[in-house]
């Protein structure tokens, strides 16, 4: 009897001992599933991996996302932006894409038609409230179809860089009509005092970045509202009239730039050889660094019959198919929210959150000068087929100012290829 008492009792004890450390090893587990329950949100992107912005990313923004959604685990990964792109390609191929990405407005027309981009104004309810936190026309760049696939993320745009020097000695102030631009860029052109051949106007290239301001604040068109026709609009008097103004520069020998064995832009302007240009907040950086003593003014795209009209850059944010939707929304509204747009703001990302343009830390950004800008500016058309209309819009528009052809006959021409392929 002693001993099957004994044993009764070390029995209790054995079991209560085993429902205590049964409580304990359950409050193990339960914070053991509450990490395995947490979600993992893929985010590609293209901030540069030795960046502020990555940094930023990684110490302070996605930690404080996970903070506030503890839900979730976010997992970057950042790629340059010729790889980010080709490998959303492959992912779409291999169906093995991030739950949501950094997207380069050129890239969402593109991406829609793959019909791998999540359309949020459809699927999320408070899409309008976003929506409404953001620049419209930031995120004209994520409609097609009437529909919305993405968020504006960061937008940039080019404002009018000029010689200070160049245009005292002239005896100019910085143009506000392209009337203004077109006369100095004559009068600044000629011979420097080395005997070297200066250019009041410089423009890398021929493409729809750099020729559009001039073609829309001269109150022109590529093509209508609906993206639907060029004929009317890329032929327009206004077009042309754009188009062979600039022509007429580089006949003169007052507009060059983008010919091959040209000087490279920040070197020509640094350097006293080019006095003009229209560039993005990026010129900022690269001026200080490479000619840290090269005084220079900015101002506005000087104004025409359609007013001060630059284009506008950046990138959005946006999820793909197939992934955790709700996780990926909620990071998508983190990272256009007030909030982080002003912690990458300091990086030298122009926030697109209304809220965020208003932080006074931002009205005293390098970038200030480009604010009133993108008040203004206007997206490229957010369509597939645009990359292949601006390489033809391109291979024209050089035919036009630097070969000497007939513009309103060459666009008469290409627009009426255009309304063929917005059929398609």
Request: with cysteine; hydrophobic share 40%.
């Amino acid at each position: 009897m002693k001993l099957k008492k004994v044993c009764s009792v070390v029995l209790s004890l054995t079991m209560l001992a085993t429902a205590f450390g049964g409580c304990g090893s359950s409050g193990q587990n339960n914070k053991k599933d509450a990490s395995k329950e947490k979600t993992t949100i893929t985010f590609w992107h293209n901030y540069s991996a030795e960046s502020k912005e990555s940094k930023v990313l990684s110490e302070t923004l996605i930690p404080k996302f996970e903070q506030e959604h503890p839900e979730y685990k976010v997992q970057a990964v950042a790629y340059s932006w010729e790889d980010l792109h080709n490998k959303i390609l492959i992912g779409a191929n291999s169906k093995n894409l991030p739950d949501v990405a950094r997207l380069d407005i050129a890239w969402v027309p593109e991406f829609q038609k793959m019909g791998i981009l999540v359309p949020v104004d459809k699927e999320m309810q408070d899409f309008q409230t976003v929506n409404d936190s953001i620049l419209s026309n930031s995120m004209s760049t994520a409609k097609i179809n009437g529909n919305y696939y993405a968020i504006g993320l960061n937008v940039n745009s080019k404002i009018l860089f000029y010689n200070k020097e160049a245009f005292e000695k002239a005896g100019l102030t910085a143009p506000n009509t392209l009337d203004e631009l077109y006369a100095d860029a004559e009068k600044l052109s000629g011979k420097d005092e080395k005997g070297q051949q200066v250019w009041g106007l410089d423009e890398p290239a021929l493409a729809g970045w750099n020729l559009l301001p001039y073609i829309w604040s001269n109150g022109g068109f590529v093509m209508d509202k609906d993206y639907k026709k060029a004929s009317g609009y890329l032929n327009s008097k206004e077009t042309v009239e754009a188009v062979q103004k600039l022509a007429d520069l580089y006949k003169k020998q007052s507009f060059t730039g983008f010919n091959s064995g040209d000087i490279p832009m920040t070197d020509g302007f640094g350097t006293g050889r080019y006095s003009m240009l229209l560039e993005g907040p990026w010129k900022i950086a690269e001026l200080k660094g490479s000619y840290p003593d090269f005084k220079y003014g900015t101002a506005t795209m000087p104004a025409g019959k359609g007013g001060s009209i630059s284009v506008l850059g950046g990138e959005d944010i946006g999820m793909f198919q197939g992934g955790n939707k709700e996780g990926a929304w909620e990071f998508m509204k983190f990272m256009s929210g007030e909030e982080a747009q002003v912690a990458m703001a300091a990086c030298g990302q122009i926030p697109a959150n209304k809220k965020a343009l208003e932080n006074d830390s931002v009205k005293k950004a390098d970038f200030a000068p480009f604010l009133k800008a993108i008040e203004t500016a206007q997206a490229r058309p957010p369509i597939a087929k645009w990359t292949e209309i601006d390489n033809q819009m391109t291979t024209v528009m050089t035919s036009i100012i630097k070969d000497g052809a007939n513009a309103q006959e060459s666009l008469d021409k290409l627009a009426a290829e255009i309304d063929k392929m917005l059929q398609e």
